[in-house]
């Protein structure tokens, strides 16, 4: 079974400083993980994306994260806050099992990032 | 182009109304699903159709019935809605159903907000 643990609820930082949002994941299988952003009443957005190649992945907006194995984390990170960065980020974690109804995506609870001007 | 579009973007109903929300995408995606999201709260699947087929229906409560007309359309029909089903409902697809690759990745609508009085 798979999971996905957010370690933070809320994290806040000022504009032009350092994000970081945790993430750590539960997978018995190779997993797929993901990070959406989703800002106020908005849908989600894709920020990127790891399937089983590079463990660095760049995203949109300046955005990556790293995908530890060893430490079963998927770490989001940005050099440099936006105001714009303000909104609710989503790990999400899939195990890609075909055939098994495994469509599934295991969402964690969210971490609402705030910047502060 | 990854766009999901969803109509309509608000909608209000009476307990005793019929009401449908509509999907479409013109990615070529053959997986499509619905997710309802209440707030400050991660989407949780509802329906995931493969091929025009329904493949998972998460114990949905009947007054939700979903229907995939075509490949690039996903209907949600409301019949008798409580107010506790107040929600965003999220539309999403993807390229194929999980394997652990690239067509795994699901693309987000902006979402219709739903309010049963």
């Not at chain 2, 114990?59 to 019949?79: I, Q, T």
């Not at chain 2, 159903?97 to 739903?114: D, K, M, S, V």
């Amino acid at each position: 079974a798979q999971s996905v643990t957010q370690l933070d609820s809320h994290v806040s930082v000022s504009e032009g400083t350092p994000v970081l949002l945790r993430c750590n994941y539960s997978s018995s299988y190779s997993p797929s993980l993901f990070w959406y952003v989703q800002h106020p009443n908005k849908g989600l957005q894709l920020l990127l994306k790891y399937t089983s190649a590079a463990t660095l992945v760049k995203g949109i907006n300046g955005f990556e994260a790293e995908f530890k194995k060893s430490e079963t984390s998927f770490h989001l990170t940005k050099p440099s806050a936006h105001m714009s960065d303000a909104a609710e980020y989503f790990c999400v974690v899939s195990e890609g099992l075909f055939g098994f109804g495994n469509e599934k995506l295991t969402f964690g609870t969210g971490t609402r990032l705030t910047i502060i001007p | 182009d990854t766009e999901v579009t969803q109509t309509p973007k608000h909608l209000v109903m009476g307990m005793t109304n019929k009401k449908s929300l509509k999907c479409e995408q013109h990615m070529g995606h053959r997986a499509m699903y619905w997710y309802k999201q209440k707030a400050k709260k991660p989407p949780e699947l509802m329906f995931v159709y493969s091929y025009e087929k329904l493949s998972i229906n998460e114990s949905v409560p009947s007054r939700f019935s979903p229907e995939c007309p075509n490949s690039s359309l996903l209907n949600l029909h409301l019949h008798a809605l409580q107010p506790e089903d107040s929600a965003l409902y999220l539309c999403a697809s993807s390229q194929d159903r999980a394997g652990g690759t690239e067509e795994e990745t699901q693309y987000f609508g902006p979402g219709t907000r739903l309010l049963v009085l």
